[in-house]
């Protein structure tokens, strides 16, 4: 099995390795080493894309338990107050998926853009398994990357979806979890969804941005 410190890479887009710590824990020793970080946040392209879920009404199931790193349970309906730009990566499915890390570091060259428009950046990583291992092999991946690289290493907030319990309510799944980006309200509304159907169906961050702007700029 292949240490934490095999699969990351040092870089100021650490948010990058980051999925690659989550995502992929489990890969086997041997692969080959991983990209410069320059070319992890500009591998894959990504399409401005409308929304393709229906907006206007809550997540369903938003009361579901997101599991932190410090072990806390959080729910989704907790967050609210604030423009809330809801991420779930595909998980992890046996093989390493660079459009999960492309986009989480394309995500966080913008975290500070997003945060000065009021908003939050939320990512969810989901797992089948339901179990106590799984949550320390999490809690350990988040620790050293805070150990090593600060909080500026880990820019917005990370969950587990442990059993696959949001994903399945929200009906995202997949082999996972379909690759899913929402934008809610500060009442936990959705303003923009879209669900891929395959791994590099997401939206350009830059779409996000301006969703977000649309957003705030509707409130006020």
Do not use: W
């Not at 393709?52 to 729910?75: H, M």
């Not at 350990?140 to 600060?150: N, S, T």
């Not at 290493?153 to 696959?164: A, C, I, T, Y």
Request: aromatic share 8%; glycine share 8%.
């Amino acid at each position: 099995m292949a240490t934490l410190r095999s699969l990351r890479f040092r870089s100021s887009a650490s948010a990058a390795a980051l999925a690659c710590a989550l995502a992929l824990t489990g890969c086997k020793g041997g692969a080959e080493p991983a990209p410069k970080p320059e070319s992890k946040l500009h591998r894959f392209a990504f399409k401005d894309v409308e929304g393709n879920r229906p907006k206007g009404s809550s997540l369903p199931g938003e009361d579901c338990d997101l599991l932190a790193p410090d072990g806390q349970t959080v729910k989704l309906s907790s967050m609210r107050g604030k423009p809330i730009v809801l991420v779930f990566n595909r998980g992890f499915v046996g093989f390493v998926c660079p459009y999960c890390t492309t986009y989480t570091a394309q995500l966080a060259t913008r975290y500070e853009e997003l945060k000065k428009l009021g908003a939050e950046v939320v990512l969810v990583y989901p797992v089948k398994e339901e179990d106590q291992a799984k949550r320390e092999e999490f809690k350990a991946a988040v620790d050293e990357i805070l150990r090593e690289e600060g909080q500026a290493g880990l820019p917005f907030p990370v969950f587990l979806d442990s059993g696959l319990a949001a994903v399945t309510k929200f009906n995202l799944t997949g082999d996972l979890s379909k690759p899913s980006t929402f934008v809610l309200d500060a009442t936990g509304k959705i303003h923009y969804a879209y669900v891929g159907e395959a791994p590099d169906e997401r939206p350009t961050v830059q779409r996000i941005v301006e969703e977000v702007q649309r957003l705030q700029g509707a409130g006020k």
